[in-house]
């Protein structure tokens, strides 16, 4: 068997800037916030998809695959909900820094867990965008697509966010969309407009 002749190896780790010339692409969060029903996850779903056919390296975090793998052991109480928030902004970070387009969609309440975890980006010289999916409360109250909501105003689910917890909305994000104006297919354009303009993807 003859031996490859175009192997080359460098000292030490793989730095981001290798990484994101072997891939082609920056590596960055992209951060949704918003009321439960206004349209998060199905936005980050949808995104991440178009991202795919863009053959472009992203991965989609949510309830689904955090809250019942890395964060089990937390609650819902405002303690674990700050440390729920700590860890997806440390993992998003790591995704960042492998050069993915990572998305996570989390209510993620409080401004300033989103700060810490913008923070954790700044530092480490990555990028981080927030963006707001906004829809007012009577309108996620009507989707209410789990009865979340529901149970909420008959308080059977405590410390649920809009009804008996608070939601502090972005003052600034880099994106603003407004669910109950602009559908699924409009939402993905902004953020890919967007994208695109800052030479993302």
Known sequence: MSMATNITFHPGSISHSERSQSLRQRGVTIWFTGLSASGKSTIACALEQHLMHLKKFSYR????????????????????????????GEVSRLFADSCCICLTAFISPYRADRA???????????????????????????????????????????????????????????????????????CVRIITDYLSGKGYI
């Open 61 to 88: 975090l949510d309830g689904d695959n955090i809250r019942f793998g890395l964060n089990k052991d937390l609650g819902f109480d405002e303690k674990s909900r700050n440390e729920n928030i700590r860890r997806i």
């Open 116 to 186: 810490i975890a913008r923070e954790l980006h700044n530092e480490s010289g990555l990028e981080f965008i927030e963006v707001f999916v906004d829809a007012p409360l009577d309108v996620v109250e009507q989707r209410d697509p789990k009865g979340l909501y529901k149970k909420a105003r008959a308080g059977e689910i405590k410390d649920f966010t809009g009804i008996s917890a608070p939601y502090e909305p972005p003052v600034d994000p880099e994106i603003h969309l407004k669910t109950n104006e602009s559908d699924v297919t409009d």
